[in-house]
């Protein structure tokens, strides 16, 4: 837990309503009630594209590349998977491996690039860290097929 004088230390101004760190930049409306206004928005707002218009630079890696490397690094595998060696261990940070993280595999944001690597390929991993639990960092089916994984 991060205390608010922590943060306030480090210069950082932090507003908490019942125990609950908030945002004073910006209200979210999360009711059930204002979801038609938020799908209208969605459908209707004109806004830039959130998609990229031209292919994102893939570099293809390998296990074995992997395993051989001779220091500390991170590997980025899209949106938010980041695998990290360290002291010759990997760490995976949100997995996500599907075309699709959402709570059905058809609907939902598409990738913008294939992943490096594949879960198959994957070496060995020490630990897998998931931030938070929204559906574009927390891929269900990657997280059961990379159980087979974990030592």
Known sequence: MISTNALANNGVQATISDGKFQNT?????????????????YLTDDRESAVPDFPIPVIPVTRDALLNLDHDAVIRLGHPSLLLKIDGEFVLLDPVFSERAFAVEWLGPQRFHDTPISIDELPFIKTVIISHDHYDHLDKAAIKKLAAFLR
């Open 25 to 41: 930049e910006i209200e979210y409306k999360t009711e059930l009630s204002s979801i038609w206004s938020f799908t209208k928005a």
